[in-house]
């Protein structure tokens, strides 16, 4: 969602869908699967766009009592893990409760930066990345931001 678009919902509660990044997801989404392929030389200029706009957005996640953001490990045994996030307000009610039927924790939303994301990355060695909308579009991206 980008941040003036947060601003408005905070003030108005409008635009809070609004998020151009979920879209090029989407696009995305359903070239692949035309093309049968993510390789597919046609989609570049698609992951271009979702890496061009990664960066220019905020986004949502789940925190615990102590702010920390919610973990999905990658294996049982694994401590390494992802972070969900969601692209905007409607993303977020959608995951958030069925993230929460998982959780015993008082879980709360979160305004969080690509920045901020970074800085998770260069802290946290276990930290692999995160989830886009898991619960619609479930779109993998690396600690780095790399697809």
Do not use: C, W
Not at 31 to 45: C, D, F, Q, V
């Amino acid at each position: 969602m980008n941040p003036k678009d947060y601003e408005d919902y905070q003030k108005n509660n409008v635009k809070a869908s609004k998020s151009q990044l979920k879209d090029f997801i989407q696009i995305y989404a359903d070239m692949a699967k035309k093309l049968k392929s993510e390789s597919a030389i046609e989609l570049e200029a698609v992951k271009t766009n979702i890496k061009n706009t990664y960066p220019e957005e905020i986004y949502f996640t789940l925190v615990d009592e102590i702010e920390k953001p919610v973990k999905l490990t990658l294996t049982e045994t694994s401590k390494e893990y992802i972070i969900p996030i969601f692209t905007d307000i409607r993303e977020y009610a959608i995951g958030s409760a069925k993230i929460s039927k998982l959780f015993l924790d008082k879980l709360e939303m979160k305004v969080i930066t690509p920045d901020d994301i970074s800085k998770m990355a260069e802290e946290n060695e276990f930290f692999q990345g995160f989830v886009i909308n898991p619960h619609s579009q479930n779109f993998n991206m690396d600690r780095n931001g790399e697809f």
